[in-house]
């Protein structure tokens, strides 16, 4: 089974950096994705780790440690357009189970001006 | 290039009516997921097709839901006898590896 833990909301400020972090617990994890999700819209594919370490990619970064079964997602320079819900995935290993996604609540992050 | 597509954009029916959901993923992506998500919840995996393997049908919550996909590419997702808890927005979504996955807009589902 698993077990996907993440704060349910968050506010910062417009230029700020705000760090969400997931905790997670999957049998046969494979990776861990990140999805963004604006209200009333699909989500939309943000990072996938599968590496212990941090991958930066414009704006976004995200981190992934393995052992202790957490990843952050960290944004930096915050515009309002951050708006959204962000969605932690571990994926699970093997067979028909490869890329089959359990996505966690998710955090639904507010940037004010 | 066109995204997944999914009809009807919204659905309201009766409970205990038989729905069709549709979805036309992305021409040339093996994979395709169902997944829907209930006001305010994170998203609930439903069912995966993988090219020609057996699909995992894990997600499924009950024997009134089904899903087939045809000749590798469209998808419908079938729900009988529907149930009020069953309103949801119903999301698909269609993956070229089984990595990243491309979601449509959704059909959203209200059974009165």
């Known amino acids: 089974g698993q077990n996907i833990d993440q704060p349910t909301e968050m506010t910062a400020t417009e230029g700020a950096i705000v760090q969400i972090n997931c905790t997670y617990q999957?049998?046969?994890?494979?990776?861990l994705f990140w999805y963004q999700q604006h209200a009333g819209e699909a989500p939309t594919f943000l990072s996938y780790?599968?590496?212990?370490g941090l991958e930066e990619k414009g704006r976004f970064s995200s981190f992934l440690s393995r052992s202790k079964g957490y990843s952050y997602l960290l944004l930096k320079e915050l515009q309002m357009k951050d708006s959204a819900s962000y969605l932690c995935?571990?994926?699970?290993?093997?067979?028909?189970?490869?890329?089959?996604?359990?996505f966690g609540q998710g955090t639904i992050l507010t940037v004010h001006p | 290039g066109a995204g997944v597509s999914q009809s009807p954009s919204n659905k309201v029916t009766e409970k205990g009516k038989d729905v069709e959901l549709r979805c036309d993923p992305i021409?040339?992506?093996?994979?395709l997921y169902w997944y829907r998500q209930s006001l305010g919840q994170g998203l609930e995996f439903l069912i995966y097709?993988?090219?020609?393997?057996?699909?995992?049908k894990s997600g499924l919550p009950s024997d009134r839901f089904s899903a087939e996909r045809t000749g590798g590419s469209v998808s419908t997702l079938t729900i009988q006898r529907t149930q009020q808890e069953d309103s949801a927005v119903y999301l698909c979504a269609s993956s070229p590896t089984g990595r990243e996955q491309f979601f449509g807009p959704g059909t959203r589902l209200t059974v009165l």
């Open positions: 097709f993988q090219g020609n393997s057996a699909p995992d």
């Open positions: 021409s040339g992506h093996t994979a």
């Open positions: 999957t049998s046969g994890f494979n990776g």
């Open positions: 995935a571990p994926s699970k290993a093997g067979g028909t189970s490869y890329g089959k996604l359990t």
């Open positions: 780790n599968v590496l212990d």
